[in-house]
Nanobody, 125 residues
Framework: QVQLVESGGGLVQAGDSLRLSCAAS????????MGWFRQAPGKEREFVAA????????SYSDSVKGRFTISRDNSKNTAYLQMNSLKPEDTAVYYC??????????????????WGQGTQVTVSS
């Protein structure tokens, strides 16, 4: 079982940037796609971005496309989410997750296993 730990969240102003990290333990990290999801209060968990096991392919939700960049460093067992031009509507708890299979892009949270505990991102206007 892979364990994931997110970090890098915080309180920022609109237009600022943040970089989230997701550190993984376990040998299967580099085998499967990684995904980032977010959940705002009173809302369902939504897909943000995903990356293939090699990092050669990425997918983004329309709401973050052009502003967020997902990446991974398999030598460090770490995935990243660079968030630029942040907006108040980006405020949420952000989670990273490991794909259940090599299927890509996996847009539903049901297609992921081994979730992190989440990191809070708050964007003030």
């Amino acid at each position: 079982q892979v364990q994931l730990v997110e970090s890098g969240g915080g309180l920022v102003q609109a237009g600022d940037s943040l970089r989230l990290s997701c550190a993984a333990s376990g040998r299967t990290f580099s085998t499967y796609p990684m995904g980032w999801f977010r959940q705002a209060p009173g809302k369902e968990r939504e897909f943000v971005a995903a990356i293939t096991w090699s990092g050669g392919g990425t997918s983004y939700s329309d709401s973050v496309k052009g502003r967020f960049t997902i990446s991974r460093d398999n030598s460090k067992n770490t995935a990243y989410l660079q968030m630029n031009s942040l907006k108040p509507e980006d405020t949420a708890v952000y989670y990273c997750a490991l794909g259940r299979s090599t299927y890509f892009p996996a847009l539903s949270h049901y297609e992921y296993t081994s979730w992190g505990q989440g990191t809070q991102v708050t964007v003030s206007s």
